[in-house]
């Protein structure tokens, strides 16, 4: 039982290239989530997804795009990389969205992406 | 205002010390609260949910303040393996849904 894996762990970037990032769960979760987290910030949420096929905006959306073919599976593209979006990517996936306990998040290990 | 607020420390403590952190989240809807754990270069990892009641995890001490609005987070006979930030995760209603909001963490570092 892997949990949540991400990958690639580490990426450099030059500005205007593209890449993606792959989270892949093995929990039956049906939540799936895609942060970023900068030095003395919170964690942020950018894209999520209820379900398999269905994706929704985050809090920092602008510059990402993300999939959801498979259930187990949730895809972060960057389509154009600028410096801003040098940061420290996590997955995430939970059991359930609701308002009481039972959607506790686990994350994956990140993925350290720097854009020169 | 910030949805989640924590100190961010960090706090410097010796080896057996009890030392606590407050946070204060803004939106009284808020439905559950947990306390997660993160090491340098590590992901966040679930350390305790907190309910209404309070709980507690061997030397770790959860409570909610509904009035005031914050949680707390009481940790015993602190260990060097304690060293870490912990982040406060409030789950607020928002867009028909839930969202869980974490705060910027608070760092704890134990000394020897």
């Known amino acids: 039982n892997a949990g949540v894996t991400q990958t690639p762990k580490f990426r450099v970037l030059k500005t205007g290239q593209s890449m993606t990032l792959l989270c892949a769960q093995d929990?039956?979760?049906?939540?799936m989530y895609w942060y970023r987290q900068d030095p003395g910030m919170g964690l942020r949420l950018i894209h999520y997804?209820?379900?398999?096929?269905?994706?929704a905006k985050g809090e920092v959306p602008d510059g990402y795009n993300v999939s959801r073919l498979k259930k187990q599976n949730f895809l972060l593209g960057l389509e154009s990389a600028a410096p801003s979006q040098t940061s420290v990517y996590f997955c995430?996936?939970?059991?359930?969205?609701?308002?009481?306990?039972?959607?506790?998040?686990?994350f994956g290990p990140g993925t350290r992406l720097t854009v020169l | 205002r910030k949805e989640v607020e924590q100190d961010p420390g960090p706090f410097n403590v010796p080896e057996g010390a009890t030392v606590a952190f407050n946070c204060t989240y803004s939106?009284?809807?808020?439905?559950?609260f947990f306390w997660y754990r993160q090491d340098c270069r590590k992901e966040p990892k679930l350390l305790m949910s907190?309910?209404?009641s309070g709980n507690e995890d061997g030397r770790f001490t959860a409570q909610l303040n509904r009035a005031s609005q914050y949680i707390s987070l009481l940790i015993r006979d602190s260990k060097l393996s304690d060293s870490a930030t912990y982040l406060c995760?409030?789950?607020?209603?928002?867009?028909?849904?839930?969202?869980?909001?974490f705060g910027s963490g608070t760092r704890l570092l134990v000394r020897p």
């Open positions: 995430a996936s939970s059991y359930s969205i609701s308002g009481s306990f039972g959607n506790e998040q686990f």
């Open positions: 929990m039956n979760h049906e939540y």
């Open positions: 997804s209820v379900g398999e096929g269905t994706t």
């Open positions: 939106n009284s809807a808020s439905q559950s």
């Open positions: 907190v309910y209404s």
């Open positions: 995760v409030v789950n607020i209603p928002k867009d028909s849904s839930y969202k869980l909001i």
